[in-house]
């Protein structure tokens, strides 16, 4: 079980580094996955620190560090060239013991000062582990590079070497009093090697579990989740693209990599496909620009996982389709347009209603006048008596009554204006109504047989979002390098398709009822 054993060596790895566990974390992660880090940070928060923890994870390690600067040389790096061989034999070679090729774990301060030479090496060393001493290539034996910075690569010809970093990490002083004060009390030797022997990773498991990691399933519902994360991505650099800000770059070396990083972690948590969960480690490589995009593409990430994880399993869109379309044949089949005659108010100049006797009882009646009210004016005293206008003559002026309602009774409208009603004058006028038919036992039959298959998928799918569920519970509660509280936005789509599956079936009920109930 190597989950197990990781956790007891990330406890021990982590042990007085106060808030740098996630840091410690992803760096075994990033060297098991065969890949490089990079630590962004201020002076002073443990970022070399957490490279010296990293060499005591494995079976005697050695390590290099070296802090750049602008005149440092491949030979500070790299060794020195051989006088040797190069007088004895003619032969341009660098002495590489004890030198960053002769290294298992590898720490570089200050990278972005590393002159041209320096990173063109670099370059292969990260990507493909090689380096050229003379006319031979060696195969670095290098696990793990963390590379170090309190600033971005802000110039040209950078972007090659930032490139190779697959995790980009944020680390800032200690946040907690409590955790600070535990610090700066605390007086054991934090460099002290306090790895067993037995915890520790041996050259043999290291490639054996390298070749394992290969071999980690990548189901659709990942890769699905992996182009929507894409296209969230190109989004926001058109978003960019309009404020002239920097565009997010993605390269597709870096999408492979970031799959075996995320299979990396599904071998570590003793699984043999990776899992949605995995899939919250992405927000650390695919910020780009500056530290403030970190808060910016972990919502990202969040987001798609929230909208989208799980989509592929479950994919309720053709059932929903289903039910629109036996819902509209039910429609079609149980009801009919008739033409029913009913009396209805009479319409002068397409908007105005007649009050029959309302201007004889005015001040307007001896003008010979009729009095009028607007077609809206009068429908809308249905819900609510208000302060109305009543125009008399056609084109005439209003005056406005206090309360005025209408009142509705078959083939009848009246409206009562300063209590006392008054008859709207009406016509007689055909009209469409909607009326129910009872379809063939034979519909039914077939309708029913339809709704019990739709209500078969709905099923079906229930049973794997309860699946989903249980295998999310076990995996968000002990990841070794996702926290917990990402959990709720996996949990978020899978609840809310498991409510979306609920109206369904409750759809599916009221449709059954509607072509049952007609009598």
């Known amino acids: 079980m190597i989950k197990k054993r990781m956790e007891k060596l990330l406890d021990i790895l982590s042990s007085g580094l106060h808030e740098k566990s996630e840091a410690i974390r992803l760096a075994?992660?990033?060297?098991?996955?065969?890949?490089?880090?990079?630590?962004?940070?201020?002076?002073?928060?443990?970022?070399?620190?957490?490279?010296?923890?990293?060499?005591?994870?494995?079976?005697?390690?050695?390590?290099?560090?070296?802090?750049?600067?602008?005149?440092?040389?491949?030979?500070?790096?790299?060794?020195?060239?051989?006088?040797?061989?190069?007088?004895?034999?003619?032969?341009?070679?660098?002495?590489?013991?004890?030198?960053?090729?002769?290294?298992?774990?590898?720490?570089?301060?200050?990278?972005?000062?590393?002159?041209?030479?320096?990173?063109?090496?670099?370059?292969t060393a990260l990507n493909e582990k090689l380096f050229r001493n003379g006319q031979q290539e060696i195969q670095l034996k290098i696990k793990g590079i963390i590379a170090a910075s309190n600033e971005l690569p802000e110039h040209e010809g950078l972007e090659a070497l930032w490139d190779r970093f697959i995790i980009r990490l944020f680390i800032q002083g200690i946040q907690d009093s409590e955790a600070f004060e535990r610090m700066i009390v605390e007086s054991h030797d934090l460099y002290q090697d306090r790895v067993p022997d037995e915890l520790k990773i041996t050259d043999a498991e290291y490639k054996a579990w390298g070749k394992k990691i290969g071999t980690i399933r990548v189901p659709e519902e990942v890769i699905h989740l992996i182009h929507i994360i894409r296209r969230k991505v190109s989004i926001k650099n058109m978003e960019r693209q309009e404020t002239e800000q920097e565009r997010i770059y993605i390269s597709d070396r870096r999408w492979k990599k970031i799959v075996r990083l995320l299979r990396t972690a599904a071998f570590l948590n003793d699984r043999d496909s990776v899992d949605i969960m995995d899939c919250f480690l992405i927000s650390h490589c695919i910020w780009n620009n500056n530290h403030y995009e970190i808060q910016e593409m972990s919502r990202l990430v969040s987001d798609a996982i929230e909208q989208h994880a799980y989509q592929q399993g479950i994919d309720l869109q053709p059932v929903q389709a289903k039910l629109h379309q036996l819902e509209k044949e039910v429609d079609d089949e149980i009801t009919e347009k008739v033409d029913v005659l009913?009396?209805?108010?009479?319409?002068?100049?397409?908007?105005?209603?007649?009050?029959?006797?309302?201007?004889?009882?005015?001040?307007?009646?001896?003008?010979?006048?009729?009095?009028?009210?607007?077609?809206?004016?009068?429908?809308?005293?249905?819900?609510?008596?208000?302060?109305?206008?009543?125009?008399?003559?056609?084109?005439?002026?209003?005056?406005?009554?206090?309360?005025?309602?209408?009142?509705?009774?078959?083939?009848?409208?009246?409206?009562?204006?300063k209590d006392k009603i008054y008859p709207i004058e009406t016509e007689w006028r055909a009209k469409k109504q909607l009326k129910s038919r009872k379809p063939s036992k034979t519909k039914q039959e077939q309708w029913n047989h339809i709704i019990g298959k739709l209500d078969e998928c709905c099923c079906q799918r229930l049973n794997l979002i309860t699946e989903y569920i249980q295998k999310a519970e076990a995996h968000a509660s002990s990841h070794l390098f996702v926290s917990d509280n990402f959990s709720q936005f996996l949990f978020a789509n899978l609840h809310s398709n498991s409510r979306q599956i609920d109206c369904m079936r409750l759809e599916m009920e009221k449709i059954r009822n509607r072509y049952e109930s007609i009598v």
């Open 28 to 123: 075994l992660l990033s060297s098991l996955a065969g890949e490089s880090i990079f630590l962004l940070g201020p002076p002073g928060v443990a970022k070399s620190l957490i490279a010296r923890r990293l060499k005591h994870a494995y079976q005697n390690a050695v390590s290099f560090e070296y802090l750049m600067g602008r005149f440092s040389t491949p030979d500070e790096i790299f060794g020195p060239i051989s006088i040797k061989r190069l007088k004895d034999e003619d032969r341009y070679e660098r002495i590489t013991r004890n030198y960053l090729p002769d290294a298992d774990i590898v720490f570089l301060d200050e990278i972005w000062k590393a002159s041209p030479a320096i990173q063109n090496s670099l370059l």
């Open 342 to 417: 009913l009396h209805l108010p009479k319409k002068y100049n397409n908007n105005l209603y007649k009050i029959m006797g309302f201007a004889e009882d005015s001040d307007r009646g001896d003008n010979g006048l009729q009095a009028f009210i607007e077609k809206e004016t009068f429908e809308s005293l249905q819900a609510k008596p208000r302060k109305s206008p009543v125009y008399f003559g056609a084109h005439g002026s209003a005056m406005k009554y206090k309360k005025a309602y209408s009142i509705r009774k078959e083939n009848e409208c009246h409206i009562m204006i």
